[in-house]
């Protein structure tokens, strides 16, 4: 298990660092090959399509756990009815939302609203067609990409996605520097997600020999019924956050300046450095619950729960004294002096992680197993309720009050998730639970000695 753990952890590392990598670079090389008013067209345009990724509304995750708890139990031919179901149910919700889009975009003249002038009006039709073919393509091959977690290897999908990112990105440099612009660029994304997609399909079916049944038929919206309220409970985080990153935003542009807006950009960005962390800490460890509450193997669950709520407890707060200590140069760095650590705010922020660390680790419990429904309502409410708070505290205290704001909403949010974690874990108690995170070290030594 620990082995598998790791795993994830390398890969999702392997992952962030990539990403970061791609922004990195890939920002100065399209400014200097198209311009700055053709690179923010082409991004304008890019944006559009990605709504489509909202348009499974959940679903890849909540198939995800069906997935391996079927895998686990040895019930192949369920597991490839409901890959099969979940590739036909994506292609479904993506051709619906596709042509919802699709026409929206049609009666709307988007080249004009977005202000799209270098672009020609057919060439940015066929850049938004091809990028939402592109979209879906991604959705697919997250789902693709679940069958080897199912199958206990927790980490092969997301390397197999990470380097498809990367691909994509040598190709975009390759056709950027030679002189091609966003039509061929579309196309390049199109071309290598697809060559993926059809490599990981067809590499799964011959190493699992249960993927070789799956068949992909007419929208199957009965079979996937029992699944749509945990698939919007994951939307519902996803909207969460949506709400939280981009209402705070508005919030702050309406209320104060540009400045002040770019200067939260700034802090939040830093900060959320740790709730980076504890997303790849959580990743890992998820499999590893789902396989120990559906054995019914609660010891061994209460035990993963501790450790990993301790894991994250430890290492937010760790990373919080260092940022407290070192923002003010990283910023100076990266901004070039232009944004410093406005306090109280930044210490509010990094105070906000947290309690965030600990109810998001707490709450894999309910997300590992499909019980996540009330979780994700409560923080879908606590976003609304830092959102209407942030209207009053703004005005009056400034970005601390935003800041504020999303401390008390993360601490808020606390109760619940600890409350349905401990009811799926009918052995553990909060009074064991708490000294576990705070002061129970001795596994440490259990476990360099099993190393050695």
């Known amino acids: 298990m620990l082995h598998r753990v ?5 890969a999702s590392a392997f992952s962030q660092a990539s990403q970061i990598l791609i922004q990195f670079v890939s920002v100065p090389i399209l400014i200097h090959a198209w311009g700055l008013v053709y690179y923010g067209e082409w991004l304008l345009l890019f944006t559009i399509p990605s709504y489509l990724g909202l348009s499974d509304a959940g679903l890849t995750s909540a198939i995800s756990n069906e997935l391996l708890i079927q895998v686990s139990k040895k019930e192949y031919p369920k597991a490839a ?51 939402m073919i592109y979209v ?10 679940t069958v080897p977690r199912a199958e206990g290897d927790n980490a092969t999908g997301r390397i197999w996605t ?44 011959h190493r699992y020999s249960w993927v070789s049944q799956v068949k992909v038929g007419w929208f199957p919206l009965a079979e996937i019924r029992h699944l749509l309220s945990p698939s919007l409970a994951f939307l519902g985080f996803a909207l969460a956050n949506s709400m939280i990153l981009q209402g705070s935003t508005l ?25 980076q962390m504890m997303n790849l800490l959580t990743s890992a460890i998820w499999p590893e619950l789902t396989r120990a509450l559906i054995a019914n193997d609660l010891p061994r669950a209460v035990i993963l729960h501790r450790r990993v709520c301790q894991i994250a407890f430890w290492t937010s707060l760790g990373l919080l004294f260092i940022l407290e200590t070192t923002g003010g140069p990283i910023l100076s760095v990266w901004t070039k002096g232009t944004v410093q650590p406005v306090q109280p705010v930044f210490t509010l922020l990094l105070l906000a992680t947290l309690p965030y660390s600990l ?74 639970l708490v000294p576990a995170i705070v002061t129970d070290f001795g596994w440490l030594n259990k476990l360099q ?3 050695r």
């Not at 919030?251 to 709730?275: C, D, E, K, Q």
Request: hydrophobic share 55%; glycine share 6%; aromatic share 12%.
């Open 359 to 432: 109810w998001l680790t707490s709450a894999t419990i309910a997300i590992s197993v499909n019980r996540h429904q009330t979780i994700a309502l409560n923080f879908v409410l606590s976003s609304l309720c830092t959102l209407v708070a942030a209207t009053w505290l703004i005005p009056r205290y400034g970005l601390s009050g935003l800041a504020i704001g999303l401390l008390i909403g993360d601490c808020f949010m606390l109760f619940p998730v600890f409350r349905d974690s401990l009811r799926i874990l009918l052995e553990e108690r909060i009074e064991k």
């Open 6 to 10: 790791l795993q994830s952890l390398r």
């Open 81 to 131: 009815r409901l890959l099969g179901n979940g590739m036909t149910s994506i292609i479904g919700f993506g051709v619906l939302a596709s042509a919802f889009l699709a026409a929206a975009l049609e009666f709307s003249d988007f080249t004009i609203w977005l202000k799209i002038n270098r672009i020609q009006v057919l060439e940015a039709r066929f850049i938004v067609l091809i990028l």
């Open 251 to 275: 919030l702050i542009g309406f209320f104060m300046t540009p400045v002040h807006v770019v200067i939260y950009t700034a802090l939040r960005t830093l900060s959320n450095f740790i709730r």
């Open 449 to 451: 000695k099993q190393q």
């Open 136 to 145: 879906m393509l991604i959705l697919q091959q997250e789902l693709m990409s």
């Open 162 to 205: 990470t380097i498809t990112r990367l691909l994509e990105f040598a190709l975009v440099v390759i056709l950027v520097t030679v002189g091609y612009k966003a039509l061929a660029v579309a196309l390049g994304y199109l071309v290598v997600r697809g060559l993926s997609w059809g490599a990981m399909f067809f590499y799964y079916r």
